[in-house]
């Protein structure tokens, strides 16, 4: 989105293109059924495991509760609770699924996946993708561009700072 003016939307636009762009890593490899268990031991697929873990955590640690904490009750005082509220309902129901897979992840690149782990990173992956990349869609086409009409210069450079520091 070029039509951002504020540096806070913009930080957060770019942590959501960098979440975007894993999904879609995480949808094309878990795409083809196959009754094979991958490979962890290297390559794209060991990758995907370590940039899995930093991103989802930083998501939902640090990105998430932001939001969460500084920018929704603004949001729902100036502009509509109803939108924030609904953010905030899928931010409770991604939380959970994005915390089985790292810990899927975490064990995987410890010691291999065995079949039935295999199948529930599978499922946990496909809903997070699925759940996701819809809740970015909607803050990218709402929450952002509302944002960046509310908050002055001054909030936006504190909280921008605040939001650095806190992913
Ligand atoms: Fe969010
Ligand atoms: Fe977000």
Known sequence: MDDLELELCKSLHKDHMITLQLLERLETTLGPKSSDLPDTTGGDFRNLL???V?????????????????LFPRFADE?????TEMLQGEHEIIRPIATQLTDLARAALKEGFTPDNWD??????LELVEREV??????????????????????DRELNMMYLSAT
């Open 50 to 52: 370590t940039d899995l």
């Open 120 to 125: 529930e990173f599978r499922n946990a992956g």
């Open 79 to 83: 502009i509509d609770p109803a939108i």
């Open 134 to 155: 819809f809740h970015v869609q909607k803050e990218e086409m709402g929450f952002l561009p509302g944002l960046d009409e509310i908050l002055d210069e001054d909030e």
């Open 54 to 70: 930093t991103v989802l955590e930083a998501e939902v640690k640090g990105h998430f509760a932001f939001e969460e904490e500084h």
